[in-house]
C-alpha cells in the first residue's frame, strides 16, 4: 500500500509515495506545464503503477485543480510536516521555490508561524534564472562558473525589482564585470530580501532548514548563512519536502479511517 503527496509547484511537479512506516519508496519530479492537473496525473500514473494507493494528497499552488486527489493541504502545512520527519529538532525553515519564498516557524513539529513573499519574484528561483540567462549559463552551471573566479566579491546589485535589476546586470557585463561576480551579489541579494522578511522571527536558536529547488543552487546556502549570520541545514532532497509531508498526511488521514 502506497500513500501520495503531489506537490504542484509554480516551476515543477514533484511527488512522493511513502509505505504504511513512512518510509519514502517512490520521489519522481517533472517540469510544470500550463495544464498543471494533466502533468500531475500523469506523474502520478507513471510512479503509482500497479501499486495500490491508499490516499493521495496534493499540496502546492495548483493543488485545488488536481481533482484525483482525496484532498488538498496547504503547502505550508505540508513543508511543515516533511521538514518536521527530516529533522525533528529543526526549530524554523526557509523555503525558496521558482516564484515564491516562506520562513515557517515550528513548534513541536507543527506550524507556530510563518510569513510568506509571494508577490514579487525578487527572492525566489525567477530572479536567479533570469539573472542565469542573462549570464549565458544554466542554474545547473553555476558551480564551474563561481569556481572559476572563486576570488570574484560580489558586486551590489541595489534592484530588487527583478525587471531593474536585469537591466543593471545587462550594464554590469558591458563594464567588463565578471559573471561570477554578478551572480554571487544576485544570491547577495536574494538572501537579503529574504533575511528581511523574516524581522524578528531570525532570532532562533535551534537548525533553521533551507529547502526548496533553490536550496539546490551552488552558491545560495553560503549567501543565506552570510546575510543570516549562522549555519543552515539542509535535508536530504530539500525540493521535496512538501511533496513528503503530503504523503505522510495522506498515510495519516488513513490511519484515521
Do not use: W
Amino acid at each position: 500500500m502506497l500513500y501520495v503527496g503531489i506537490d504542484a509547484g509554480s516551476r515543477a511537479t514533484k511527488l512522493v509515495a511513502v509505505d504504511e512506516s513512512g518510509a519514502v519508496v517512490r520521489r519522481a519530479v517533472v517540469d510544470q506545464s500550463v495544464q498543471p492537473a494533466a502533468t500531475a496525473r500523469e506523474l502520478f500514473d507513471g510512479a503509482a503503477g500497479a501499486a495500490e494507493v491508499g490516499r493521495c494528497v496534493a499540496t502546492g499552488y495548483a493543488r485545488n485543480v488536481l481533482t484525483f486527489a482525496d484532498r488538498a493541504v496547504t503547502e505550508i502545512t505540508c513543508h511543515a510536516k516533511g521538514c518536521a520527519s527530516l529533522c525533528p529538532a529543526a526549530e524554523a525553515i526557509i523555503e525558496i521555490g521558482g516564484q515564491d519564498s516562506k520562513f515557517i516557524r515550528l513548534a513541536q513539529g507543527r506550524v507556530h508561524d510563518f510569513v510568506m513573499n509571494d508577490r514579487c519574484a525578487a527572492g525566489t528561483g525567477r530572479f536567479l534564472e533570469v539573472v542565469a540567462v542573462r549570464l549565458g549559463v544554466s542554474l545547473g552551471d553555476l558551480r564551474d562558473l563561481l569556481r572559476e573566479a572563486q576570488d570574484a566579491p560580489p558586486v551590489a546589485v541595489s534592484s530588487m525589482c527583478v525587471v531593474f535589476a536585469e537591466t543593471e546586470v545587462i550594464g554590469l557585463l558591458a563594464t567588463g564585470t565578471p559573471p561570477a561576480a554578478i551572480m554571487r551579489g544576485v544570491q547577495r541579494a536574494i538572501a537579503t530580501r529574504v533575511v528581511a522578511m523574516l524581522g524578528d522571527r531570525r532570532r532562533l536558536q535551534g537548525d533553521i532548514l533551507f529547502t526548496g529547488g533553490v536550496a539546490q543552487v551552488c552558491g545560495m546556502r553560503d549567501a543565506l548563512e552570510h546575510v543570516l549570520g549562522r549555519a543552515l541545514r539542509i535535508p536530504d532532497s530539500p525540493q521535496y519536502t512538501g511533496a513528503l509531508g503530503a504523503a505522510l498526511i495522506a498515510r495519516d488521514d488513513c490511519c484515521k479511517l
